[in-house]
């Protein structure tokens, strides 16, 4: 689907498995997290850019639903897109796939909120960044693989 964009790939490690033989929570949100940097780079958002406006970002909510779990020797793939741009605010929602078998196995909800780091409060999304994504927005409750 347009605007759905292939974020990230790993493996799951042997490591990141816990007691039970499964990749651990805490390695889904380290791969969503990671995937959420690459997502503003791959939309054309440049996080550099970004830091050199003085333009901040903050997480004020996630929210990981898992489905499906992973062993060691998994691979995994994440894509997703943003699903909602606001005045403050964007929201950006990821999937997560066996590489191999396309099995969904967890889904990320994120709100990310535009921060003033002089006040430590929220701010108005600046209008370059609401122009650039507000066409790039996925149904995401209707959205199919």
Partial sequence: MENVYELYRAVVFPWHCDH??????????????????????IAGVSQKEMHAKGVSLVVGQIKINYVHEMNAGDLL?????????????????????NADTNVLCATQDTIEVFFD??????????????DKLTPLVVDFENYKD
């Avoid at 969503?32 to 503003?40: I, N, P, S």
């Avoid at 780091?117 to 609401?130: C, G, I």
């Fill in 77 to 97: 793939v994440i894509r997703g897109g943003f699903s909602h741009v606001g005045g403050k605010s964007i929201q950006h929602h990821q999937r997560l796939y």
């Fill in 117 to 130: 780091p002089e006040t430590r409060t929220s701010a108005p999304m600046p209008d370059f960044y609401r």
């Fill in 20 to 41: 039970i033989g499964h990749m651990n929570v805490r390695w889904y949100a380290h791969h969503f997290d990671d995937a959420g940097f690459h997502l503003w780079t």
